[in-house]
């Protein structure tokens, strides 16, 4: 099966009403890791790079690994996503490479940092959408901002969705997916308190009005990394400080997946297992200097971590649901 519209990923999702994770990746052992999870659970998946990654991996390496990633694995169905695409020129250079979605994040300007009005990001996210149709290759747009700071992206301030400006937005720019803005933030350090803590830290009823207005939408939700304790406590042992970081429970992404979130970015999870792996291997093996055994044991860590979110997102399962399309397929839908 070659790389599939992220479009029909997604599609699929808001039929039978479930979650799929959308994982950063930066190198080989992610995509093994990411890909055996996939493989075993037989889940559908999006595999993301950001302009920072595209940028350490010198942007041919993520785009050959990825489809050597396809090739092992023939009956998963596999998009290709650029996160945060900044730009026009951004999202084109990916197309160029070969991803079969983008992300084009108006909700900030091209240095990443300074929010847009809503004017300007439909701007930007109408020109990108109107490049990429025209190729068969789905766009995700983002309203609202998020706090925190990750991978060099983000305002920090926080500026939830309105629901009324993302059905308009939804209606003028023809996204096929939109980011929303409900509480979460970028990074591990996400609340200062347990979210479950916390009545209305995530603002779900964000999700529930946008699904309302504008009913045919995936809608996605970023910074949506869990955090959980066991990976933060294994980093901590072995030498690291990561006091208060704290994530979203898998029991809120749950809730707002049957509210109308079908796609889950998750970054930050993937980097604290590979950092606890190789933390605690170079503890327990001290005399150790050959790669492969670290980042063997980081590649199993990223393994479990993504089995898990699998599951939890009721992905598992929904591999061989898929007849899948062409980009050619999608330009003719998309004429």
């Not at 109308?260 to 093996?285: P, Q, S, Y």
């Amino acid at each position: 099966m070659p790389l599939v519209p992220m479009k029909q990923i997604l599609d699929e999702a808001m039929k039978k009403n479930y979650g799929v994770g959308a994982f950063n990746v930066n190198n080989m052992e992610q995509i093994q890791g990411i890909m055996r999870a996939a493989k075993e659970t037989q889940s559908p998946v999006i595999v993301q790079a950001s302009r920072g990654a595209l940028k350490y991996t010198n942007m041919y390496y993520i785009k050959h690994m990825v489809e050597a990633a396809v090739e092992d694995n023939p009956e998963i169905p596999v998009a290709l996503h650029l996160d945060h695409g900044n730009s026009l020129q951004t999202c084109k250079l990916a197309i160029e490479l070969g991803f079969t979605s983008v992300m084009i994040d108006g909700s900030l300007k091209e240095d990443s940092k300074t929010p847009t009005s809503f004017d300007e990001n439909v701007e930007v996210t109408k020109a990108v959408v109107q490049y990429a149709h025209s190729l068969g290759v789905t766009v995700e747009g983002e309203l609202g901002t998020l706090g925190g700071i990750e991978d060099g992206v983000g305002s920090g301030k926080v500026k939830l969705t309105d629901p009324d400006e993302a059905a308009r937005f939804i209606k003028i720019t023809g996204v096929d997916a939109l980011a929303l803005a409900i509480g979460t933030s970028h990074g591990a350090y996400k609340f200062k308190v347990d979210p479950s803590l916390a009545k209305n830290m995530l603002k779900m009823e964000i999700i529930k009005q946008v699904r309302e207005k504008a009913p045919d939408t995936p809608l996605v939700m970023h910074g949506s990394s869990s955090v959980p304790k066991e990976l933060i406590d294994i980093v901590n042992s072995y030498g690291g400080n990561l006091p208060h970081a704290v994530g979203v429970p898998i029991s809120a992404i749950q809730e707002a997946i049957k509210l109308g979130i079908k796609k889950i970015n998750v970054d930050t999870d993937g980097r604290l297992a590979i950092t606890g792996a190789i933390r605690k291997f170079f503890a327990e093996n001290p005399a150790e200097f050959d790669p492969r055994s670290y980042f063997g044991a980081a590649r199993q860590a990223v393994y479990e971590v993504v089995k898990g979110k699998m599951i939890d997102f009721g992905t598992a399962g929904h591999a061989s649901d898929y007849k899948p399309l062409t980009l050619d397929d999608m330009k003719k839908i998309y004429s």
